[in-house]
Structure formats: structure tokens, C-alpha cells
């Protein structure tokens, strides 16, 4: 499978950022760019209407902390609760 262009996190931002302050519609940047349409409004959906202030966001990361340590309690739950299953299955009396 062929991957895509890639393109800097920088630049990314500028194009973004140059759509909002020239209101200019995304295929026309797009053109002007040479960049698909569908990766600009990724671009948009990604970095928003304030790229700048998403990075420097720092409660972002410990929300995703947070998030990631539910997740791993919820999983090892999980595996307790299974591999007590398997402890009652296999002391049973094989009468």
C-alpha cells in the first residue's frame, strides 16, 4: 500500500491558520497549496480554529493519562475476574 505525502507539523499549522484569518474556502487552498481537500479539512478537524493553543494545552495529557489508567484498571479486571474462572474450573474434583 502506497503512504502519502507527508508534511510538517508547521505547515500543517500556517495552512490552517491561512484559511481562517484570509477566509478563503478549503478547495481553493487547497489548489493553491497542492494539497487534497480531504487532508486540509483533517488538517482543520485536527488542529481547529486555534492550532497554537491545542499544543499548549497541558491538561490534555493528564485527561489522556487519566483515560489510559481507567482503561488499564477495567482490563486487569478483566483478566482477574477470567483467570478466576479458570481457578474454579480446574479445581473442580474430576469424579
Known sequence: MAKGKRYEE?????????INE???SVAQTAREV?????????WIKKYGKQ??????QTFSSSEAELRALKKEVRDLQEENDIL??????FAKDPR
Open 10 to 18: 508547521s505547515f500543517k499549522i500556517e495552512t490552517v491558520k491561512y
Open 22 to 24: 484570509h477566509n478563503k
Open 34 to 42: 497542492g494539497v487534497n481537500e480531504n487532508t486540509l479539512h483533517g
Open 51 to 56: 492550532p497554537e493553543v491545542k499544543s499548549g
Open 84 to 89: 478466576q474462572k479458570a481457578m474454579h474450573y
